[in-house]
Each structure stands twice: as structure tokens, then as C-alpha cells.
């Protein structure tokens, strides 16, 4: 069966420092992987997508970037964490090609910059 | 105005109780989402519908596509049916992913 791990659970970050979160998806192939934001009082929001190693897309400009070094991997990253970065993150993945392929999400990161 | 509306924001029910919590959607849609998220954040997927009437368990979602509107209902409601229900829709060509997500309705069921 596939799996999804998301860690941290949860992290505080003073401003201006790095940021790193980390994504693998175990028992499937070429996935479709996204990051979502959730901020407080907010509906999600995607913030990148991926369909293959090396490719991805960013849906809103912000402080933030992503890699896919490897198939099953997502990496969420900061140079300079900003206090608005708060929130609530999540990865999730898809059957990639699949059109209504149902989202299946992580635990997620509770981040909060100080 | 929002793409995606939910209601009610909160909801809160006595054991037993049969639940609806209502979406509506002002666009063109290939899918509408419903997922479940708990107190500690996880979210899961419920159902996936782009016409009809799906159930699983107590659980049952309907869409009508013409009135762009979808209902989950939760017949027999639990405590442990406490959570946050989101809704959420994929544009017609939009990307995989890419849904627009209602803001939630938070459920209490109470013993």
C-alpha cells in the first residue's frame, strides 16, 4: 500500500533563517506531488506541483521553493524564513495522468516563524 | 466573492444525529473533492465525484452539476465524526492539484 511521511511535525524558525521540509511517498510510481499551504483561517492553498524528478511548478509567488531530486521525494525550502511563512504545510500525491485521481496528503508541518 | 462556499462554518450535533453540510461552487468543474481534516491537521480524502451520489459507510456525497452544488451527509453521526470537512473543486482545465478549496466546516458531535 502507498504511504506519504511528512516531517517535521512541527517547527519554530526565528526570521531569516533557513527552511527545509521533506516529502517521500512510499509504494508508488512516478506520482503527481504537491505543497499546500494552510494559514489560520484560510482555506489550503497549492503553492508547487510536480509531475517528474526536476520539474516544477510554482502557483503563487512567495519566499518559498521546491525540488524533486528524486521520484518520491518533495522538498519544501526557504533561504530567509519571513513571519507571513507561517502555517500549516502539507504534501500530498496523485496518480500521475489521472485526471480524478483522488489527493492523498500527509500529516503536515506546523510552522511558526518568531 | 468565494469560488467555493461551505455551510454551515460550524456545526455541532448530538450523537446520533443525521449531519448535511452543504458546497457551493461558481465555476466550471472536472471534480469536487470532499476531505476530512482532523484536530491534529492530517487530512483525508472522502470522496471524489463528478456526477450522482457516492457512499461509503455513513458517509454519502451528491452533486448536481447544473445547480453547482454538492451536499455531504453523515447519517448516525459519532464523536469520532468530529473534524473539519473541506470541500474542494477542480476547474475544468485546470491542473491536477490545482483545487480550489472552500474554507471548511468545523463539526462537534457531541455523547
Known amino acids: 500500500s502507498q504511504t506519504i511521511h511528512q516531517w517535521p511535525a512541527t517547527l519554530v524558525q526565528p526570521v531569516g533563517s533557513p527552511l527545509s521540509l521533506e516529502c517521500t511517498v512510499e509504494g508508488t510510481s512516478n506520482p503527481n506531488l504537491y505543497w499546500y499551504r494552510q494559514a489560520a483561517g484560510r482555506g489550503l492553498q497549492l503553492l508547487f506541483y510536480?509531475?517528474?524528478?526536476?520539474?516544477i511548478s510554482s502557483e503563487v509567488p512567495q519566499n518559498l521553493s521546491a525540488s524533486r531530486p528524486q521520484d518520491r521525494q518533495f522538498i519544501l525550502s526557504s533561504k530567509k524564513l519571513l513571519l507571513s511563512d507561517s502555517g500549516f504545510y502539507l504534501c500530498?500525491?496523485?496518480?500521475?495522468?489521472?485526471?480524478?485521481?483522488?489527493?492523498?496528503f500527509g500529516n503536515g508541518t506546523r510552522l511558526t516563524v518568531t | 466573492k468565494n469560488e467555493v462556499e461551505q455551510s454551515p462554518q460550524n456545526l455541532t450535533a448530538q450523537e446520533g444525529e443525521f449531519i448535511t453540510i452543504n458546497c457551493s461552487y461558481s465555476?466550471?468543474?472536472?471534480?469536487l473533492h470532499w476531505l476530512q481534516q482532523h484536530p491534529g491537521g492530517g487530512i483525508v480524502s472522502l470522496f471524489m465525484?463528478?456526477?450522482g451520489k457516492k457512499k461509503h459507510g455513513r458517509l454519502i456525497a451528491t452533486i448536481n452539476i447544473q445547480e453547482k452544488h454538492s451536499s455531504l451527509h453523515i447519517t448516525a453521526s459519532h464523536p469520532r465524526d468530529s473534524a473539519v470537512y473541506i470541500c474542494?473543486?477542480?476547474?475544468?482545465?485546470?491542473?491536477?492539484?490545482?483545487?480550489?478549496f472552500g474554507k471548511g466546516t468545523k463539526l462537534s458531535v457531541k455523547p
Open positions: 474542494a473543486v477542480l476547474p475544468y482545465g485546470g491542473s491536477q492539484g490545482n483545487l480550489i
Open positions: 465555476v466550471g468543474i472536472s471534480a
Open positions: 500530498a500525491w496523485s496518480v500521475r495522468r489521472q485526471g480524478d485521481s483522488p489527493l492523498h
Open positions: 510536480s509531475v517528474g524528478i526536476g520539474q
Open positions: 465525484l463528478s456526477s
